[in-house]
């Protein structure tokens, strides 16, 4: 599978340790399918050149685990974001939606006691779905094969950031007028 990430700088050998251990899917080396997706997560630095690296996985022989937008994703997300243990540490490569960066609004609203589970899943539904992949273990990074990268201009990152932009306007209405229901 080919997969991208962004970062600033070429990232042959990804450190797995180097990232958040409350992320989504706990600490990991984060990845997407798509090199548009991957420019969305793209941040300008005056000091530093905004660059997409690309791989290939190779998938044969690895514990995979994948998620669909359900119940048990909110809940492994809402585990590994309030910083409880991560159960699935010891898995090689995890697959699942992130919900167009939305989850960090309903995951606040959610912390906050605002909202229930199940509202909250409901919130997390909304907009178009997004896969992240991320490799835990030493072993599926002896599997990730770096193949290039390309630096973003200023062009492409202001044009990534107006459809999250687009995207989180959207999501802010849309969670204005549930929340609206629920009260």
């Known amino acids: 599978m080919k997969l991208f990430h962004t970062g600033y700088s070429e990232i042959r ?3 797995l340790h180097f990232g958040r251990k409350n992320a989504d899917f706990g600490q990991g080396f984060y990845m997407s399918f798509s090199d548009e997706f991957a420019g969305k997560w793209a941040k300008e630095r005056n000091d530093k050149e905004t660059i997409v690296n690309s791989y290939e996985l190779d ?8 998620f669909e937008r359900d119940e048990e994703w909110y809940e492994y997300i809402y585990r590994n974001r309030r910083g409880f243990e991560d159960k699935l540490a010891d898995t090689d490569v995890i697959i699942g939606p ?4 939305t989850i960090y609004d309903t995951m606040g609203i959610l912390t906050s006691g605002l909202v229930g589970k199940e509202e909250s899943l409901h919130l997390l539904q909304y907009g178009k779905s997004y896969e992240q992949i ?5 072993r599926a990074k002896r599997a990730l094969r770096f193949l290039s990268s390309r630096v973003l201009d ?7 950031r107006e459809i999250v932009l687009n995207e989180e306007a959207d999501y802010q209405a849309f969670l204005a007028e549930e929340m609206d229901k629920m009260q």
Not at 154 to 160: D, G
């Open 134 to 138: 991320v490799i835990k273990t030493d």
């Open 154 to 160: 200023k062009a492409e990152i202001e044009k990534f």
């Open 59 to 66: 998938t044969e022989g690895l514990n995979i685990k994948r």
């Open 98 to 101: 992130i919900a167009a960066d």
């Open 13 to 15: 050998e990804p450190d």
